[in-house]
T-cell receptor, first 112, second 117 residues
């Protein structure tokens, strides 16, 4: 039973445009949601997070939106740059000392 | 990757063999988590050790085991390797002060890429 779903395996966006990566979840008991970025031959790197009591968090070019009623979150990257090309993982943190649950990832390609 | 060193970076084994992977966090970190990354399944949680005790375990068969030493270094072992065990194995430690209280932001090592032939 997959609790965190990233239904788009890949996304291609032109440089300078907006990239929108989506994530759906099934468990209402998640406290936090996180986005990680992964380049080949490296481990995932933390990008941005949002508490379940917020609906938006912004950090530079990256904004995460949370829609609790729809159990959906999205990561917006504006403007997209070629260096943003990577695999993006959505993750959710249940309450207590329980591990992060990750989605399967979305490969973003930003075309110059 | 700063904070977590994993060895070896790459290795090739054959079916039926066993493998041991190592993870060395920077000193002072008592929690170490292991994840398996495969193209079809994303990142899947294997186990977490806290102060040498397994605190959480994912849904993997008993062939996957781990341990943590008193100096926080951790090892994971996979016995009787199968083709499907080919994956990137990632070790991670929590970072304090990032993402908000309770976010449990992890920093990952670069991983050990295991290929089973």
């Amino acid at each position: 039973d997959q609790q965190v779903k990233q239904n788009s395996p890949s996304l291609s966006v032109q440089e300078g445009r907006i990239s929108i990566l989506n994530c759906d979840y099934t468990n209402s008991m998640f406290d936090y949601f996180l986005w990680y970025k992964k380049y080949p031959a490296e481990g995932p790197t933390f990008l941005i997070s949002i508490s379940s009591i917020k609906d938006k968090n912004e950090d530079g070019r990256f904004t995460v939106f949370l829609n609790k009623s729809a159990k959906h979150l999205s990561l917006h990257i504006v403007p997209s740059q070629p260096g943003d090309s990577a695999v993006y993982f959505c993750a959710a943190k249940p309450s207590g000392n329980t591990p992060l649950v990750f989605g399967k990832g979305t490969r973003l390609s930003v075309i110059a | 990757k700063a904070g977590v060193t994993q060895t070896p970076r790459y290795l090739i084994k054959t079916r039926g063999q066993q493998v041991t992977l190592s993870c060395s966090p920077i000193s002072g970190h008592r929690s170490v988590s292991w994840y398996q990354q495969t193209p079809g399944q994303g990142l899947q949680f294997l186990f977490e050790y806290f102060s040498e005790t397994q605190r959480n375990k994912g849904n993997f068969p008993g062939r996957f085991s781990g341990r943590q030493f008193s100096n926080s270094r951790s090892e994971m072992n996979v016995s009787t390797l199968e083709l499907g065990d080919s994956a990137l194995y990632l070790c991670a430690i929590p970072i304090m002060g990032r993402g908000g209280p309770g976010a449990n932001v992890l920093t990952f090592g670069a991983g050990s890429r295991l290929t089973v032939l």
